[in-house]
């Protein structure tokens, strides 16, 4: 894996590992290091959601971590990233956008099926599944195509306790 994602998943240990203990139900989603403009951008949720107040107390908590670099805090919205087992399998059928590693361009594929040793198996528009192991998963977001069905579907789960 190229240096740079690895550097991404190590910082991103190191913010889950910082928060726990100071804001244990706030959820690392995802973290993206942009060097270019030196920036850190944080995608993180919790059960009641996600607001102003608690993007600024996490920006303040993880300041040590990200050196001279901005923050950028925020939920992940909609279309939200993907990493970890759990997020995958919350979209089992669904359409996600997919980059692996050694592969400049993202494809759009329908989860099937999560293992969490194994990796994931998707299904591309034309052709077989295939397992994509975790460790070679760059970047994966949920394709919304209906904005106020995912709202919908959003709040319920919300309600249930299962976002």
Same mark, same amino acid.
């Given at each position: ?103 400049? *361009? /993202? #494809?759009? &594929? ?7 040793? @194994?990796?994931?198996?998707? %299904?591309?528009?034309? =052709? ?10 760059? *970047? /994966? #977001?949920? &394709? ?7 709202? @919908?579907?959003?709040?319920? %789960?919300?309600?249930? =306790?299962?976002?």
């Amino acid at each position: 894996m190229s240096r740079h994602f690895d550097r991404e998943r190590e910082l991103q240990r190191l913010i889950e590992a910082t928060l726990a203990p100071a804001l244990g139900q706030v959820e690392v989603v995802d973290l993206e290091l942009d060097e270019p403009r030196e920036a850190v951008r944080l995608f993180i949720d919790t059960p009641e959601g996600v607001g102003f107040d608690l993007c600024a107390e996490v920006t303040e908590i993880i300041r040590p971590l990200c050196g001279d670099r901005s923050i950028e805090v925020s939920s992940p919205g909609m279309e939200r990233p993907l990493r970890a087992p759990a997020s995958f399998e919350a979209v089992v059928g669904e359409d996600v956008r997919l980059r692996r590693q050694g592969v400049l *361009r /993202a #494809r759009t &594929v329908k989860v099937v099926s999560v293992d969490p040793e @194994e990796g994931v198996t998707v %299904a591309p528009v034309e =052709g077989d599944e295939y397992v994509v192991p975790f460790d070679e998963i760059v *970047r /994966a #977001r949920l &394709v919304v195509k209906d904005f106020f069905a995912a709202a @919908e579907k959003a709040r319920g %789960a919300k309600k249930k =306790g299962l976002a």
